[in-house]
């Protein structure tokens, strides 16, 4: 059995430093994960005027969403908030109202920034966002990775053994977690 889980990068950016620690993220997890990205990068700007006749590339996302068992969100910290590319996302996601994509999907939070609270506070916002979207998080473990570029090879594989531990742990338990959440909440 594997677990299909689609990523969401909060960044648009062409050397985002939270799709290295994605690319890290997927080569120390565990086998029976098997990743999707989830394209936030061509989408409008939510309008729910839009909401009786949505944009293909909405559409889609909310395909990718309902293609997924899980979803995984890797994102920076903006303003000490989320960037507003993945709010967009997370709206357009969200609705029309009544289909919103987040029902009950198994979902984890992480994030990397240069600095010393690696994402903490941008975290809890889009945690309070993904409650009130009633998706099922992991609460535990956080992780707020303060990025150091020269703990990753060139193909994200980490190469400082104690960052290797954290991600490696988190993945582990966010296997568990999905796992658990599809027991009950089965998304085939
Ligand atoms: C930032 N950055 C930032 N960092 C942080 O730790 N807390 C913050 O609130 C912010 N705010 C912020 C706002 C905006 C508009 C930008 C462009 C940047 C810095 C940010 O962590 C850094 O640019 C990361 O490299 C962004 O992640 P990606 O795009 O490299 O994945």
Redesign the pocket.
Known sequence: MTYKVGYI?????S???????MQALMQVAPDDLEFSEIRIDNLPLYNRDLDSDYPPEATALKESIADSQAVLFV???????I?GALANAIDWASRPYGKNSFDHVPAGVI?????G???A??QQTLRGILSYCNARQMTAPEAYIQ?DPDAYGENGEVKDPELQKILTDFMQEFRDHVARVLTVLPRD
């Open positions: 990068i909060g960044s648009l950016s050397d985002s430093i939270n799709r290295t620690l994102t920076p910290e903006y303003n000490r908030s960037p994030g990397a920034s240069p600095g609270i690696g994402t506070v941008g990025f």
